[in-house]
């Protein structure tokens, strides 16, 4: 079998399995899930690689799914990754009514793209033609929220980190992996499938603590330590802050108050905050980090509060594998022709796929097919081909290219990319980026 025959003939498998590829992804939108919390997407999505002959692990990482061939070979492995986890949007009319949770990022889309490849290769035996391996990974907990039920779980010995590829990197999930791919959804221009190449922040996810003095709001303010004054000032230092950044660096910053005090009539003694600092390189997210910690501790000091602010690993900038963009270009372009293409995009948003791109060469593209903005009411899908076949058909064409004669692309690839981290860096980057700082009241 030729190269090309065996891509014509997991494009067939795909268009017979595209209801079962639709089917996963309805079935994930109906149950959204938040992060660690994805048992129903789990176990649905274990059964399905299970039930199509796949060695499967479930809640590798809390919840998650991993599953592979029986038969291991010699040579590279490659990872085709879904995400699992859901958002909160009350507002879309679809979120499930006890919990807010909706999928308005289309991680439902990856993870039926993900089984899809999968189930096609099984049904045309197509793995006996490749060199190297294939693991499929449902990955948890890629959006960073829920920070306090986060907490809890790492306190009772369930997981170290709060991202979900953070948790399976120190479990060492990823070993023995060479390259990782996995799609994104994305509302596109008119006329534009695919977009490749993307580039995007990495950030630091922040908890603070405002502790002051109660007092009667109305009869004794003046024996009072207001701590919603202490997190107003730290927000507006921090806004002070905002000219000094670099246009390049793509710093944002957006904090919240979670808990603005107890009472109206009690002065505030004790007032929450959360924040995410981001930046387009390791060395900008952390000088702009020293500088929010700054205003913070500032805004604490001017009213006689107490602070603590615990810092977390959130994720590394998004780096990009030219090589592998450009065998999806070629790939992707038989589908939707050069102009359905678009070719680098400056986000300021993050993903914790980033981090494994610190790590080993990585595929992330962006495909079509819904409308709306992620992570808003008005995100849906518009056009199933798009959204779910099309990546499928491009992701499973990839893979045969990267595996093809003993694997010899995928072998080139590995060979020439020099990751920014190993693993023993990188788990360091985790470990000295957590960190708590205190500042006592009255303390100046």
Same mark, same amino acid.
């Given at each position: #079998?030729t190269?090309?025959?065996?891509?014509?003939k &997991?494009?067939q498998?795909?268009?017979?399995?595209a209801?079962q590829?639709?089917k996963?992804?309805d079935f994930l939108?109906?149950h959204p899930?938040?992060?660690y919390?994805e048992?129903?997407?789990?176990?649905y999505?274990?059964?399905?690689?299970e039930?199509?002959?796949?060695v499967v692990e /479930?809640?590798?990482?809390?919840?998650g799914v991993?599953a592979k061939i029986?038969?291991?070979?010699q040579?590279?492995?490659?990872?085709v990754l879904?995400e699992l986890?859901?958002?909160?949007c009350?507002?879309?009319p679809?979120c499930?009514?006890?919990?807010?949770a909706?999928?308005?990022?289309?991680?439902?889309?990856?993870v039926a793209v993900?089984t899809?490849?999968a189930?096609?290769?099984?049904?045309i035996?197509?793995?006996?033609y490749?060199?190297?391996?294939?693991v499929?990974m449902a990955v948890p907990a890629?959006?960073f929220?829920? #920070?306090e039920?986060?907490?809890?779980l790492?306190?009772k010995?369930?997981? +170290?980190?709060?991202?979900g590829?953070?948790e399976?990197?120190?479990?060492?999930?990823?070993?023995?992996?060479?390259?990782?791919?996995?799609v994104h959804?994305?509302?596109?221009p008119d006329g534009?499938? &695919?977009l490749?190449a993307?580039s995007g =922040?990495?950030f630091?996810?922040?908890?603070?603590?405002f502790t002051?003095q109660e007092?009667?709001?109305?009869?004794?303010p003046?024996?009072g330590?207001n701590?919603l004054n202490a997190?107003m000032?730290?927000?507006?230092?921090?806004?002070? %802050?905002?000219?000094t950044?670099s246009?390049q660096d793509?710093v944002?910053?957006h904090p919240?108050i +979670?808990?603005g005090?107890?009472?109206?009539n &009690?002065?505030?003694?004790?007032?929450r #905050?959360e924040?995410?600092?981001?930046?387009r390189t390791i060395?900008?997210l952390t000088q702009a980090?020293l500088?929010v910690?700054?205003a913070?501790?500032?805004?604490?000091m001017a009213?006689?509060?107490?602070?603590e602010?615990?810092?977390?690993?959130?994720?590394l900038?998004?780096l990009?594998?030219?090589a592998?963009?450009?065998l999806? /270009?070629? =790939? &992707?372009?038989f589908f939707?022709?050069e102009?359905?293409?678009? /070719?680098?995009?400056?986000? +300021?948003?993050?993903?914790d796929?980033?981090?494994?791109?610190?790590l080993?060469?990585?595929?992330?593209p962006?495909?079509?097919?819904v409308?709306g903005?992620?992570?808003?009411? *008005?995100?849906?899908?518009?056009? *199933?081909d798009?959204?779910?076949?099309?990546?499928?058909?491009?992701?499973a #064409? +990839?893979?045969?290219d990267?595996l093809w004669e003993d694997?010899?692309?995928? %072998?080139?690839i590995i060979s020439?990319?020099k990751?920014?981290m190993?693993?023993?860096?990188y788990l360091n980057w985790?470990?000295?980026?957590e960190?708590n700082t205190f500042?006592d009241?009255?303390?100046?």
């Amino acid at each position: #079998m030729t190269k090309q025959e065996l891509k014509q003939k &997991v494009i067939q498998a795909i268009d017979s399995l595209a209801d079962q590829i639709i089917k996963t992804g309805d079935f994930l939108y109906a149950h959204p899930e938040l992060g660690y919390k994805e048992y129903a997407g789990t176990a649905y999505t274990a059964q399905l690689l299970e039930n199509a002959g796949f060695v499967v692990e /479930q809640n590798i990482a809390v919840t998650g799914v991993r599953a592979k061939i029986r038969e291991k070979k010699q040579g590279p492995t490659l990872a085709v990754l879904g995400e699992l986890d859901a958002i909160i949007c009350r507002e879309h009319p679809d979120c499930a009514a006890d919990t807010g949770a909706i999928h308005a990022c289309g991680h439902h889309i990856q993870v039926a793209v993900m089984t899809g490849v999968a189930l096609a290769f099984q049904k045309i035996s197509g793995f006996q033609y490749l060199g190297g391996n294939l693991v499929f990974m449902a990955v948890p907990a890629e959006e960073f929220v829920e #920070m306090e039920f986060r907490t809890d779980l790492k306190k009772k010995g369930l997981l +170290t980190y709060f991202g979900g590829k953070q948790e399976m990197v120190a479990k060492g999930l990823f070993d023995d992996i060479d390259i990782s791919l996995m799609v994104h959804a994305l509302n596109l221009p008119d006329g534009k499938k &695919v977009l490749t190449a993307p580039s995007g =922040n990495g950030f630091i996810g922040k908890k603070i603590k405002f502790t002051g003095q109660e007092s009667h709001a109305g009869s004794a303010p003046e024996e009072g330590i207001n701590a919603l004054n202490a997190a107003m000032l730290a927000i507006n230092n921090i806004h002070a %802050q905002r000219e000094t950044f670099s246009d390049q660096d793509r710093v944002r910053v957006h904090p919240i108050i +979670t808990k603005g005090g107890d009472m109206v009539n &009690v002065v505030p003694a004790d007032v929450r #905050m959360e924040c995410y600092v981001r930046a387009r390189t390791i060395e900008s997210l952390t000088q702009a980090n020293l500088k929010v910690d700054r205003a913070i501790r500032a805004g604490a000091m001017a009213v006689g509060a107490g602070v603590e602010i615990e810092d977390m690993p959130g994720y590394l900038p998004l780096l990009n594998a030219p090589a592998l963009d450009k065998l999806f /270009q070629e =790939n &992707v372009r038989f589908f939707c022709g050069e102009e359905g293409i678009s /070719q680098g995009y400056d986000f +300021t948003g993050s993903f914790d796929f980033g981090d494994i791109s610190h790590l080993m060469p990585c595929l992330h593209p962006f495909t079509g097919g819904v409308q709306g903005s992620l992570h808003s009411k *008005n995100f849906a899908i518009t056009d *199933n081909d798009t959204a779910y076949i099309l990546p499928t058909k491009a992701v499973a #064409m +990839t893979i045969i290219d990267l595996l093809w004669e003993d694997a010899k692309q995928a %072998q080139d690839i590995i060979s020439n990319f020099k990751p920014a981290m190993d693993k023993p860096q990188y788990l360091n980057w985790l470990k000295k980026t957590e960190k708590n700082t205190f500042l006592d009241l009255g303390e100046t």
